[in-house]
């Protein structure tokens, strides 16, 4: 019809979001009657959502694949500032609860540079996978965590494996659009998923905003 349609994630709240009919099929299993199958997300994650403050004033409730520099470009201010929340009318926006976008199993964040609590912390959280803890430690310095090599791990498949690693040496968009996708697929198999923050710029922002409230 040439109308803009928006409409919510076809998946129960708080779960990971759904990016291929499959993923859709599988979550709302003998809820639906069908799925219109148009192919995977092309972008991964969910829409950029912003709040109006004024004719040329926008505040970002979430962040998504449209970033604050293109905002800026459109000769819009993006306000930082300030509780975004309006007394009276709870979240303005999807994807505001502080858990969101949850793969069934447990996802460890490391967002944190190398201390020795954090290191206490992943050994109890990482279930004694070896593998993961060695490349956890390999990954987070005293002073910064390696962000050049976006990752999600899990520990080894069927084939004894040492660790089976995805979304390695892609840039942050490619990083997006198949982060929902690879937490779904690793946590079929997987007790437990290790990824770290990204570089927090551009598309990276709304990035770990999800891998937050995963997390």
Same mark, same amino acid.
């Given at each position: 019809t040439g109308v @803009?349609?928006?409409a919510p994630s076809a998946n129960r709240s708080g779960e990971t979001? @759904?990016?291929t009919a499959e993923m859709v099929e599988a979550s709302l299993e003998g809820r639906i009657r069908g799925v219109v199958d148009g192919g995977p997300c092309s972008v991964g994650i969910e829409s950029t959502v912003v709040l109006r403050e004024s004719s040329r004033s926008v505040r970002i409730l979430r962040p998504g694949a449209i970033t604050e520099t293109q905002l800026e470009a459109l000769g819009y201010t993006v306000a930082r500032k300030g509780m975004p929340e309006i007394e009276g009318r709870g979240l303005l926006s999807p994807g505001r609860l502080p858990v969101h976008y949850a793969p069934s199993v447990p996802l460890i964040l490391v967002d944190s540079p190398f201390t020795p609590a954090l290191l206490d912390h992943l050994? $109890?959280?990482?279930?004694?996978e070896p593998s993961l803890l060695r490349i956890a430690e390999q990954r987070i310095a005293t002073n910064s965590i390696d962000r050049s090599q976006p990752a999600v791990l899990r520990p080894g498949n069927a084939q004894n494996e040492d660790l089976e690693q995805s979304l390695h040496r892609e840039d942050l968009a490619a990083f997006a659009a198949r982060l929902y $996708?690879?937490?779904d697929e690793m946590s079929r198999t997987a007790s437990v998923i290790l990824t770290f923050s990204v570089a927090d710029e551009g598309i990276g922002h709304a990035i770990n905003d999800r891998l937050r409230r995963a997390a």
């Open positions: @803009p349609l928006a979001s @759904p990016v050994r $109890r959280f990482l279930n004694g $996708r690879t937490l």
